[in-house]
C-alpha cells in the first residue's frame, strides 16, 4: 500500500465519510483547544447573531460579563436593535472596522469627527442611531457616550475570551476619517450625505488586519485574552455594490471567513469557530433557514451552540434546552429603594390629607 | 351631592359658589390651606374636588374627572395632575446610584452613579400622566382651565428628618433587613432634576390641550433648586400653606389676564 498524507488523516478529514454520512457537528467544531473553560468570563460582539449565544452561556454556568445595562429602576422599560443583548450597550456591529473602532474609541484612541446627529430635539449617536432613549443635549450625549465607552472598556478588559461574530464587509463610512457607521445614514437616523458618507466594501486583508489590530489593543490591558471569532450565517439584507444579494452576501462570507482563518492560524489565542459552516452547510440541507432563507431557525442556533459548548471544557453537563424561564427569572425584581420611596410618597398623601 | 363610588366618596370642600375649582392630587392640599391664611376679602374663592374622608382618597379616575366637571361648568379649574412621580420611584438613593443631568446642565459632583438620559426618565414618567391631556380637554369644554406645577423636591435633610421616625418607614426597612440609619435620601440635584422632567411634561401636554400652565415659582426654589424651607410641609414631598399662597397670586395674575 502507498503511504501519502491522506492516509493518516481522520474519517473527519473525508467528506464521503463526515458529511455525505455521520455527520457530528460536534466533530466539526472540534479545535486544538477548548473554547470555553469553566470559570471563564465571556464578552461578545458583533452582528445580531451573536447575541443568540448569550442564553447558552450563562445556562452553560459560564459568566457572560454586563458592564452596561439599564438601570434597575428602568429595567422594565423595552429598548431597540439589541443594545441589551451584549456586554455593553454597543448593539449589532456588524464590519470588522466598526469593531477596530468601537476598541479604539473605548479607550481614547480615535474621537470620530463625525460623532453626533441633531435630529427632532435628539441627540444621536451615529454608532448606536437606534438607542431608543437618546441624549437631549450635547452635554448629556457627552455623559452618555463617555459612560458607555468606559463600560466597553471595562467588558473587554475583564473578559477572559472574547467572541467575535463577523457579519458582513459592506460598511459606511465618513468621508473625513473613516468612521465605520453601523448603518447607511439615513437609515435608522441621520441624513445622507453623498459627499460625506462613502461606501467601503472591505477584503480579506484588511479585515485581517482590522481584527489583528483590534486583538492587539485589546492585549494591551488583557495580555491573556482569548478570542473566539466565529462569521455569521445570516445572509445581508441589501448589498450597495449593485451586484445581486446573493452574489453579494456570498463574497462577504467567504472574505470573513479567509479573514477569520488567517487571524485564527497567525495570532496566538485566537480561534475559529465554524458556526457558519454547521448552519450552511449542505449537510444541513437548508433546515437552519426560517423561510426567508435568511434567519436561523432555533434548530439551527441549536446546533451551532451544542457544538460549541460539546468542544468546551465546563464544570457539568450543560442541558441543551433553551431556557426561555430561566431568563425571565432573572430580571430584576423592583429595586428595594423603589419600594421604599413608593410607600413614603403613598404614605404621606394619605397622612395629608388629613390635614384639610 | 358627593358621588359613591366603590373605591371612596367624593365631594365639594368648600364653598359651593366659589369661584375657582381646585381638582387633582395631593399638592392642590397647599391650595386649600392657603384659602385660611387669608382674609374673607381674597380676590377669589376656592373649593376642592377630593375624597370626602381625605385619608380615604385613592387615585383619581375618569369618575373623579366627570365629578369635577359637574362642579366646574362655567367656572375656573386649577388642575393639580400628581407630582409626587419622582419621589415614589426616587426619593431613597438607589443601587446603583443615579446621574441625571438637570435643565440648567448641572448635576451631582459625586462621581460614581450611574447616568440616565432625560429621554429615558421621560418615557418612564409618561405613563403616569396618561389621561391628562382628555381631562383637559373634556373640562376646557365648558371650563376656564389651568394647569399648576408641582413644588421641587425639599433638601435632604428635611426629608430625612420627615421620613425617620414614621413607623412605616422604620417597619419597610426592617423588613428589607436594612438598618434605617444607612438609608439616604437620592441627592438632591437628582431629584431637582427628575422634577424639572416632570414639569416638562406637564408644560408639553398644557401646551397641547391649549391649556395655560403656571409653573412652580422661582421664588419658591432656593439656590440648589429645592423648595425653600418656609415653603415645606412637614413632610418629605409636600408644600405647605405659605406656598399656596405663592400659587394663588399667580392664579390671580392668569384670572386678571384671562379677563
Known sequence: MKLHPYREQPARAFWSRAVSKRFENSEVAKGAAPYFVEGDRVVSAGSCFASNLVPWLEKAGLEYLRTERPHPVLAHMPENLGYLDFSAMYGNIYSSRQMLQLIQRARGEFKPVEDRWHEQGRVVDPFRPGLKYPATSDREFDLLSAQHLEATKAAFDQATVIVLTLGLTETWVSALDGAAFPSCPGTIAGTFDPAKHVFLNLSASEVKSDIEELVGLVRITNPSVRFILTVSPVPLVATATGEHVLVASTYSKSVLRVAASEVAHSVENVMYFPAYEIVTGPQSQGVFFEDDRRHVSPAGIEAVMTSLLENSQLAADFNSATNQDDQSAQLEEVPISQRLSERISTAECEEMAAEW | ?259
Open chain 2, 1 to 259: 351631592m358627593p358621588l359613591v363610588t366603590s373605591r371612596t366618596e367624593w365631594t365639594l370642600h368648600g364653598d359651593p359658589n366659589a369661584d375657582v375649582i381646585i381638582a387633582g392630587d395631593s399638592h392642590g392640599g397647599a391650595l386649600q390651606m392657603a384659602e385660611a391664611l387669608q382674609s374673607n376679602d381674597v380676590e377669589f374663592k376656592t373649593a376642592r374636588v377630593f375624597a370626602k374622608n381625605p385619608e380615604a382618597a385613592v387615585p383619581l379616575d375618569a369618575e373623579y374627572w366627570n365629578y369635577v366637571r359637574n362642579f366646574a361648568r362655567n367656572k375656573r379649574v386649577v388642575v393639580v395632575w400628581k407630582g409626587n412621580q419622582h419621589n415614589s420611584a426616587f426619593l431613597i438613593r438607589s443601587n446603583p446610584p443615579i446621574k441625571v443631568l438637570g435643565l440648567n446642565g448641572l448635576s451631582s459632583k459625586e462621581q460614581d452613579g450611574q447616568w440616565i438620559s432625560r429621554s429615558a426618565l421621560k418615557d418612564f414618567f409618561t405613563p403616569s400622566f396618561d389621561g391628562l391631556d382628555s381631562t383637559l380637554f373634556d373640562l376646557s369644554r365648558f371650563s376656564k382651565v389651568v394647569v399648576v406645577g408641582t413644588p421641587p423636591p425639599k433638601r435632604d435633610d428635611f426629608v430625612l428628618k420627615a421620613i425617620s421616625n414614621e413607623s412605616y418607614f422604620r417597619n419597610f426597612t426592617i423588613e428589607t433587613g436594612r438598618d434605617p440609619s444607612e438609608i439616604s435620601v437620592e441627592r438632591l440635584s437628582n431629584r431637582v432634576a427628575l422634577w424639572e422632567i416632570l414639569q416638562e411634561i406637564l408644560a408639553d401636554i398644557a401646551r397641547v390641550a391649549m391649556v395655560p400652565f403656571i409653573p412652580s415659582p422661582e421664588s419658591a426654589r432656593d439656590q440648589d433648586g429645592a423648595l425653600k424651607r418656609e415653603y415645606c410641609y412637614n413632610d418629605a414631598t409636600h408644600a405647605n400653606a405659605e406656598y399656596g399662597l405663592l400659587i394663588r397670586a399667580l392664579i390671580s395674575e392668569w384670572i386678571r389676564e384671562e379677563q
